[in-house]
């Protein structure tokens, strides 16, 4: 077992909704070791991006510890990078501002290298020559390439990623999916992948954990030790699809009220 | 463009048409509505008299001078409403309950306190401006995508920052379009302020027409208000696009 990154111990979450108590996640308990890269799948609704929106420390949780890096999460900071499903950009700034915005709290860094530094990201996700464009004058899965640079220039320790290509076609999924893999291989970061697709879950984790809904828990821990680098082509061998059926099986279940 | 800009003089030319069939087809009486030779006529004797430059200088000094106090104030407060529930929660009473108070029915009061001093006509600006403004500045501010505000969290920003760095900037747009809006009341408020304690200005030059009956001077005056006004909002707009170039480029794409 690599050295762990985050742990997540029994964490419950409530909250109340027309005067109810709803429970939304129940005893989540998970790890993310160093360089791992973890997915948490489950059916919309399950609670995996509350679970994510705790991590990065946007919402609070009433029982059970996040720890990150031995300390315990409190709330939101630089140590984490997250990537949003809605993009998120600033709409004023152009591509490489947005990018060198996420180093604005960085004093050690001069204008220039920070510029520099914007330009070097947007190069290592594709988009060497969109410096000076602006978010509305990108598509979807370009402005998704500069959410994950400004997520990542600042190295942070661990990555969020709340269904990051889940508004994107099936063709830019799949190029998109590719780049994180290549991207992560360089940054040597771990990542908190939140999906409901089970093929993109197996493809691109070393683990993935499987939730149940109302309430969030997880089901099941499942490791893909598919080699690495991946390729497209392995979804169509053997071992990638008894993963994928595992998974399957297991959400099956846990939506019949196993 | 072009075609739209056709439509734009057509919408004019035709009310100007109107306008001289109805008055020099002698189909209403002159004296309730003057021909635009009669208004012309009226506006060359004003120029002659050095009264009609003069008072656009009077009346635009106080609308501009009314608005800028009644902004100075309503932008760090609106701004604070908007992103704080504390000062929201002092400030909205208060404000509600000034907002739905008539500014004319103060113009009594105000003369008491103020005389008929430049201060008084600032101070119904005020009162009509400033409480509209406040509530709409807290509401451009209250609007702003909750997921950019995330976005400053996660990035390590403080509350400060991030109402400095991201909120007051993606309100920006939404307040320039408030202030286009309350500038066009503030005109309203100026005329009323105006037509009851002032010696001069445009409010007080037709408030003086009316009673010697000299409807083209009212008309000028009326006209010479509703073109400054247009070409405030001209530079209103130009503004606009200069400053949120970003927009712009939204727009196009939607």
């Known amino acids: 077992m690599k050295e762990v990154r985050l742990a997540a111990e029994k964490v419950s979450k409530r909250f109340v909704s027309n005067k109810q108590e709803i429970t939304a996640l129940a005893d989540v308990s998970l790890t993310i070791g160093k360089q791992e890269f973890v997915s948490l799948l489950g059916p919309s609704g399950c609670g995996k991006s509350t679970f994510l929106r705790l991590v990065a420390g946007l919402d609070d949780y009433q029982e059970g510890q996040l720890v990150l890096d031995g300390k315990p999460i409190t709330h939101a900071g630089r140590d984490r990078g997250v990537v949003f499903q809605q993009y998120s950009l600033v709409p004023w700034f152009h591509a490489w501002e947005n990018v060198a915005f996420a180093l604005k709290k960085d004093p050690t860094i001069s204008k220039a290298e920070k510029k520099e530094l914007a330009f070097h990201f947007l190069k290592l996700v594709g988009l060497e020559g969109f410096e000076n464009h602006y978010p509305s004058q990108m598509s979807g899965g370009m402005q998704q390439r500069v959410a994950i640079a400004r997520a990542l220039v600042y190295k942070p320790s661990l990555l969020l990623m709340d269904e990051p290509f889940g508004a994107l076609d099936a063709q830019t999924r799949r190029e998109m999916q590719d780049l994180l893999l290549t991207v992560w291989e360089a940054e040597k970061c771990s990542v908190l992948f939140v999906t409901h697709d089970v093929d993109e879950a197996v493809y691109l984790s070393d683990r993935v954990y499987v939730m149940s809904a109302r309430p969030g828990r997880i089901a099941r821990e499942i490791e893909v030790s598919l080699e690495r680098p991946r390729t497209y082509d392995m979804q169509l061998t053997q071992e990638f699809i008894s993963y994928k059926w595992e998974i399957v099986m297991e959400l099956q279940g846990a939506k019949a009220g196993k | ?254």
């Open chain 2, 1 to 254: 463009m072009t075609r739209n800009t056709w439509y734009s003089f057509l919408g004019v030319f035709l009310v100007l048409f109107a306008w001289v069939v109805v008055t020099y087809g002698n189909i209403i009486d002159p004296l309730f509505l003057p021909s635009p030779g009669d208004v012309l006529r009226a506006a060359s004797q004003e120029i002659k008299e050095g009264i009609l430059f003069s008072d656009i200088g009077v009346s635009f000094y106080r609308i501009l001078m009314g608005f800028l106090i009644s902004t100075a104030l309503a932008l760090p407060i609106g701004v604070m409403m908007g992103t704080s529930k504390a000062w929201m929660s002092f400030w909205e009473p208060l404000v509600g309950l000034v907002r739905y108070m008539p500014a004319v029915a103060f113009v009594p009061l105000s003369i008491l306190w103020f005389g008929t001093t430049d201060g008084q006509k600032f101070f119904i600006l005020f009162l009509g401006v400033f409480f509209q403004e406040v509530i709409m500045i807290a509401d451009n501010c209250k609007t702003v995508n909750r997921s950019l505000v995330e976005v400053g969290m996660t990035l390590g920003f403080s509350r400060l920052e991030i109402v400095r760095e991201i909120i007051l900037k993606a309100a920006m747009p939404g307040i320039m379009d408030t202030f286009r809006t309350t500038w066009g009341w503030a005109w309203t408020y100026l005329v009323v302020a105006e037509l009851v304690a002032a010696s001069e200005g445009l409010g007080f030059r037709i408030m003086q027409a009316q009673r010697y009956l000299e409807t083209d001077r009212i008309i000028l005056g009326i006209l010479v208000i509703g073109i400054l006004g247009l070409v405030t909002d001209l530079l209103f707009k130009r503004l606009y696009t200069r400053l949120f170039p970003w927009k712009e480029s939204e727009r196009i794409k939607g």
